[in-house]
């Protein structure tokens, strides 16, 4: 399983080239906008929400997260630092991608900022002043003393706590744009004569980041343009490298990719203190690989032997399954099957997000079962005796 750091129209190409290279891809989305776009991408898992240094380092303790790769914002420094650090101390790859930069055009109105306090004193020198940034630096500008008085648009996106955020930090509806780009160059145009813009200020995000339609538009109509320069990224690599390192870091390659992609089977008995007595499950589940073809099944107990549940859902994990299948092999519907086996799958769903749990039904009243007591009846019966 590779886990991308989604969030970025480039995450969605990073998951589509990885499913097209026959990788499982498990992505992290903070919107469920963004899981949506990463689930049409092709990703096999995603999860959603906010992902801190703990979350990250939980997901890798999983032990089914073969590489990572980082495809969040070139400006997003914290997490990509986290990032990096926790990879390395799990001792699991990590590839930073490299988002192609804007082509930028050599103007006398384009400036670039080497850091977040010079576009503010760049930008407080106009009235009314554009930002395309976010809210993440948004209050830099808010609250800058130079520009007290100065006009504020913000154009961010279209989710509710960035409206929140813009709000919090006294800008008025009047002057927030809740958008989803990228916008074309016509709207970009548009949108500057709407606010009558003096400046816009904005970041390197690429060409996937429309920077190229928003800087030619500010340029046509005779604003300044301050673009805040990229943080280094010395280890980035394009998406082209990043895919042969992986195939190079994988003698095996072919067949990772085809057993992290496999289902694996528990079989879950009651278990018992006689070691012979749990001999049959084995036996059974040998049958049931047998049938099923290539198939990984394992034979696990409730209690008194082992391997127990979690030590089995553990040893599939760690060979890369992403879908696990629990079958338990009780006739009646007891507490075992209504409450400590749903219990059990449900501590597993929260160490194991990126694993797909499924959870089958118990043996139960079953003609094909009837069948097989007739017959072993029938091996008892006295000669004679009708059954």
Not at 169 to 189: F, H, K, T, V
Not at 248 to 274: C, D, K, V
Not at 351 to 364: A, C, D, K, R, S
Request: aromatic share 6%; glycine share 8%.
């Amino acid at each position: 399983m590779i886990l991308t750091l989604a969030g970025t129209a480039d995450g969605r190409e990073v998951i589509q080239a990885l499913s097209k290279a026959g990788y499982p891809v498990l992505a992290t989305a903070v919107t469920p906008y963004g899981a949506k776009l990463a689930r049409d991408a092709g990703a096999a898992r995603v999860r959603e929400g906010a992902l801190e240094a703990p979350d990250l380092t939980a997901l890798l303790a999983g032990g089914s997260i073969q590489a990572v790769i980082d495809v969040t914002h070139p400006y997003a420094t914290i997490i990509t630092a986290q990032a990096r650090a926790i990879c390395r101390a799990a001792g699991v790859p990590y590839f930073r991608y490299r988002r192609p930069p804007a082509a930028i055009p050599a103007h006398p109105q384009v400036t670039l900022a080497a850091g977040w306090d010079e576009a503010v004193e760049l930008a407080a020198r106009y009235r009314t002043i554009m930002l395309t940034i976010g809210t993440r630096h948004l209050e830099l500008f808010t609250t800058a003393p130079a520009l007290a008085g100065k006009r504020i648009i913000a154009r961010i996106l279209p989710e509710v706590a960035s409206l929140e955020e813009c709000r919090r930090l006294g800008l008025w509806p009047g002057d927030i744009i809740a958008i989803q780009g990228p916008c074309s160059y016509e709207l970009n145009c548009a949108l500057y004569r709407q606010f009558a813009v003096e400046a816009m200020v904005t970041k390197d995000s690429g060409s996937t980041g429309g920077v190229a339609a928003k800087v030619q538009a500010a340029l046509d109509l005779g604003l300044q343009v301050i673009i805040i320069s990229r943080p280094p990224e010395p280890d980035a690599l394009p998406l082209e490298e990043i895919l042969k390192q992986l195939q190079q870091n994988s003698p095996e390659h072919y067949f990772w990719r085809r057993s992290t992609m496999a289902t694996g089977i528990i079989l879950l008995g009651h278990g018992s203190r006689i070691p012979e007595a749990n001999e049959h499950l084995r036996v059974l589940a040998a049958q049931v690989r047998e049938i099923l073809g290539d198939v990984r099944v394992e034979p696990c107990y409730m209690m008194r032997t082992h391997p127990n549940l979690a030590e089995g859902i553990a040893t599939l994990v760690k060979e890369g399954r992403q879908k696990i299948i629990v079958v338990p092999m009780f006739f009646c519907n007891g507490l075992h099957v209504q409450r400590d086996i749903p219990e059990q799958l449900a501590a597993a769903r929260e160490l194991y997000p990126e694993v797909e749990f499924i959870y089958g039904t118990n043996l139960g009243a079953d003609r094909r079962i009837a069948e097989v007591i007739v017959e072993r009846i029938q091996e008892v019966a006295p000669v004679g005796i009708s059954i």
